[in-house]
């Protein structure tokens, strides 16, 4: 706690009430006067030592400042790599592709199923069939490709049916990105087993593309022929 200042005079403060009180004797006695001037002098001596004050102390060495430790650093947040999509866009944009570049989907979504291989064909001499597929066991599939905004017909089901034979495969597919298939369409189908394809199968291929898994034996088998018939050989004829 600090203390309140004194009430009482300082030594300079009682020296100038003496030289004055001095002052006054020597002015109401005529023999004092010749005290006069040593009192004045004194006078300016004690007024000069109140203005000045207390005499001020110096102020010691300045130790430095201690160093301050680095404020830590927070730890930056693990960023997680994004799961990688499977290959080519989703069944949503299909509409969007121009069918070329729908045949190089599906060959593209079909060489990502592990254990499988595929390859767009080239022009129009492909002899009906746009993807040819090689998978485990020696299955080799004939793949049509049909951009459709409308059902697809039994066309395109006579047109895979010669392709398999031609490309020597044990299966044939035809997969449309439009609203399916006309009846005789399916009924042809059935007749030959031929695999028709919607949206609905590419999306179930893009998953088991994304897990890594083998599809549905219903989509592409694993072993050759629906039927349990022995595969061709696997090479092509031009």
Not at 100 to 105: A, D, G, K, N, V
Not at 175 to 191: C, F, H, I, K, N
Request: net charge positive.
């Amino acid at each position: 706690m600090s203390r309140p200042p004194s009430s009482q005079p300082s030594g300079a403060a009682a020296v100038l009430m003496l030289v004055i009180g001095g002052l006054i004797a020597v002015a109401a006695e005529p023999a004092w006067r010749m005290l006069t001037g040593p009192l004045l002098g004194l006078l300016l001596v004690t007024v000069l030592v109140l203005m000045a004050g207390p005499p001020r102390s110096r102020p010691g060495p300045v130790s430095p400042a201690p160093p301050r430790s680095p404020a830590p650093v927070p730890p930056s947040p693990v960023s997680l790599a994004p799961t990688a999509p499977a290959p080519g866009p989703s069944a949503r944009s299909l509409a969007d592709l121009s069918p070329r570049e729908f045949e190089l989907h599906v060959a593209e979504l079909i060489s990502a199923l592990p254990g499988w291989q595929a390859q767009a064909t080239r022009g129009r001499a492909d002899q009906g069939a746009d993807v040819l597929a090689s998978g485990p066991g020696g299955v080799r599939v004939a793949v049509q490709v049909k951009r459709y905004r409308a059902a697809v017909g039994n066309g395109a089901v006579q047109a895979i049916v010669a392709s398999k034979a031609v490309y020597d495969c044990t299966h044939a597919v035809v997969v449309t990105s439009g609203p399916g298939y006309t009846r005789s369409a399916r009924e042809l189908a059935q007749a030959n087993g031929v695999g028709l394809w919607q949206a609905g199968e590419l999306a179930t291929l893009r998953r088991c593309a994304r897990q890594g898994v083998a599809p549905p034996p219903e989509l592409l088998p694993g072993r050759a022929g629906y039927s349990g018939q022995k595969p061709k050989s696997p090479g092509s004829r031009g």
